[in-house]
């Protein structure tokens, strides 16, 4: 890795960081571009490290641990901490020997490690020292002790002997179960509400009823890069494109190729799209959850046309398939440029006239204002992403903070409030939806001529010889929920570790200061508020929140399973 | 007040719900559909099986001698990539997405292609067609190789060299 120190000068503030992890916590660097530096420390200072950078304004993007015992007989866990401020990301990584496989927690002093410590325990049995609560987050309740799917020895295709439950669920005793499987969800997940009275007093989470093994699959034989980006696709339902888009630029960022300017545009604009539509379908889904029905209905009305333009410029309504390494695979025309901007003008005019109505029913803005409410410090501590950010006054923004694909050729403003509740997170994404707006328009005013795929790929060219093995990107994309962050670390012809991130994954933790002191009735409401989209989330994890609360209520005997919000 | 806004909105968007299957659906000339493969034209060289992201084409050997590209609908995700990497243009991505069946046989379409087996061994050297085809640019000397798979044709041609050079093989 002799481009160790080849971008070091260029960002002064990294270097300082970069000198502080080497020259005080003993850190040596093994790896190194513009926009990310890989450290890696001693174990021992794993704490202090974490400390430092919080400090330093870092938000914890996630955690990825990784099998290196092919490789070096021992354990990783990259800890990936972003710079928002100035725009680039510090990966830290501790390694743990096969025979002593442990690492210290951090969720002390960084409360956002809570759920990605939790699945590299699950995932690949690094054991956490020095945390207090340790449960299984991912992995469900009757998974064998010893096996960790995502070692490198278990087969991509394993499937465990089924057992016989060991205990049986019993009705909390004061708590409203909401799930797994509820008419208010439209994926399976468990959300049990601790009341007192009509109040809620606590939160208990229990996910990753619906998850897949995707990052196991993709490091499994049966797929190759050139496959990934369609696997990529198909871990959201609404935001796929955003994974599939991230996916690929991290590929693309580990081969060190760029691809041709107007691919980035057509990129760039698609996603838009995507937001425009997805902001939409949320702003239908919480109209119905308030029992507008009114309200979703035209909402959805508005929102079709952008998906029947989605088919027309991609080839399908959802899961678009446009994305290829390199570039992508259909070029936008004079006729559907002219297509795209009367399906905007008519959205815009039709929105602007729904969104006005939407936010002036008394019913509905007496039920969202001041309901839900997360802190500007608790939103930092969890290190909380998109939406549910910006409405608690956290200025953080991908598109902003590590401007990506053509972000930098339209200027857009990014709407920021600070009453952290559910009136402000229908605010941010009302606004989101004519920003999205504006910025499609001014790209296609400027959309640049060219070819739209790299000259070195095509779908007939096999990408595997250009992607090195033994290479580190990670790329994060603001996806309609907030940031979408992929770690990558690659192998021969397919990655070696493929690590997603989607946002809910972030936010789900918030949802606990959230509905703490609210009725039971703005519940559903509140849980709809960050837009959780709990496919993304549990593609492959456990997790456990934090609190500073004694109190522990188990949801299950053993207790395994249940996780703290 | 708002009741009155939005019954305006109402009156001016009407009625959008379609009465499909009653009407036709909206598909826009870039939607893609399932694929449908011409026999005539395919080779059977198994290209769109290697990019195929789902695996819902496969190539089969039979034990009746014939190589069979298989397309299985229901594993499809319409990415068309298929198409794009076909060498002989065989596939094309059609509009049709009401593939709705009882069995699931329905949603298999298959393509049968004879074998050409090495005139020695007796070994699969390849589907019939792509011989055919390929062997059609081949003429003089080679032209009485093509039908020996490629150990055969090594023993055949070193055998050759040897018995024209004197040494007894």
Known sequence: ?565 | MSIMKLLSIAARAKVVTRRYPFEPPVVTEGFRGKIEVDPKLCWGCGVCTRICPPNALTLKKREDGTLVLSYFMGRCIFCGMCAEVCPRGAITVTKEFELASLTAEDLVRNVKHDVVRCRICGRVIGPAVEMREATKSVGGAEAKYYDLCPECRKLVVARGIMTKVGVRP
């Open chain 1, 1 to 565: 890795m002799g481009e160790q120190s080849k971008y070091l000068p260029e960002c002064p503030e990294m270097g300082e960081v970069v000198r502080k992890l080497t020259e005080e916590y003993g850190g040596h660097v093994i790896f190194s571009r513009e926009s990310e530096v890989y450290v890696e420390v001693p174990r021992h200072e794993l704490r202090d490290v974490a400390k430092y950078l919080y400090s330093s304004g870092a938000f914890l993007k996630t955690c990825a641990a990784v099998d290196e015992r092919p490789l070096n007989r021992s354990f990783a866990l990259y800890h990936i901490f972003g710079m928002d401020s100035k725009g680039y990301d510090v990966i830290v990584k501790v390694s743990a020997p096969e025979d002593d496989a442990w690492v210290p927690s951090i969720v002390d002093v960084v409360p956002a490690a809570d759920w990605c410590e939790l699945e590299a325990r699950d995932m690949v049995g690094i054991e956490l020292k020095g945390r207090r609560l340790v449960r299984r987050l991912v992995l469900p309740e009757d998974w064998p002790e010893d096996i960790h799917p995502l070692r490198k020895e278990v087969p991509h295709d394993f499937r465990p002997p089924s057992v016989k439950a060991e205990s049986e669920f019993r009705p909390p005793e004061r708590g409203i179960p909401i799930g797994p499987y509820h008419p208010v969800l439209h994926e399976p997940e468990y959300f049990e509400l601790l009341v007192e009275g009509e109040t809620v007093v606590d939160v208990y989470y229990r996910g990753f009823h619906v998850h897949r093994g995707i990052e196991k699959l993709g490091e499994s034989p049966r797929f190759t890069y050139q496959k990934i980006p369609f696997l990529a696709e198909r871990i959201c339902g609404i935001c796929g494109f955003v994974h599939s888009t991230c996916a690929i630029m991290a590929m693309e960022k580990a081969a060190g190729l760029r691809p041709p300017e107007r691919a980035e545009f057509i990129r760039t604009i698609v996603l838009e799209l995507e937001r425009i539509h997805s902001h939409l379908l949320w702003v239908g889904v919480a109209a119905h959850v308030l029992g507008y029905d009114a309200g979703f209905m035209h909402t959805w009305r508005v929102r079709e046309p952008v998906m029947i333009l989605s088919e027309l410029i991609t080839g399908s309504r959802k899961t678009y398939g446009l994305n290829l390494v390199g570039g992508v695979r259909r070029d936008i025309d004079k006729n559907k440029m002219e297509k795209i901007m009367k399906t905007l003008d008519r959205v815009e005019k039709e929105f602007k006239e729904l969104a006005n109505l939407l936010v002036s029913v008394p019913q509905i803005r007496r039920r969202a204002q001041g309901t839900g409410v997360l802190t500007r410090s608790e939103a930092r501590a969890l290190s909380v992403v998109g939406p549910v950010a910006r409405a608690s006054g956290l200025y953080r923004d991908v598109r902003k903070d590590y401007p990506y694909l053509a972000y930098e050729e339209a200027s857009f403003k990014v709407p920021l409030y600070t009453e952290g509740d559910n009136l402000a997170r229908v605010l941010v994404r009302v606004e989101e939806v004519f920003e999205s707006i504006s910025i499609i328009r001014q790209l296609l005013d400027k959309l640049p001529g060219g070819p739209i795929m790299h000259e070195k790929c095509s779908a007939i060219i096999p990408v595997d010889e250009l992607i090195p093995p033994g290479k580190y990107a990670v790329a994060a994309i603001e996806a309609p929920r907030g940031e979408d962050v992929h770690f990558l670390m690659t192998g021969e012809g397919r990655p070696y570790r493929w690590r997603v991130r989607a946002p809910t994954y972030q936010n789900i933790p918030a949802l606990r200061p959230m509905l703490r002191g609210d009725p039971l009735a703005d519940a559903p409401l509140t849980i709809a508020s960050i837009d959780p989209c709990f496919s993304c989330t549990d593609r492959a994890l456990v997790i456990d929140v934090r609190t500073g609360r004694a109190r522990t209520i188990k949801l299950w005997d053993g207790g395994v399973g249940t996780c703290r919000l």
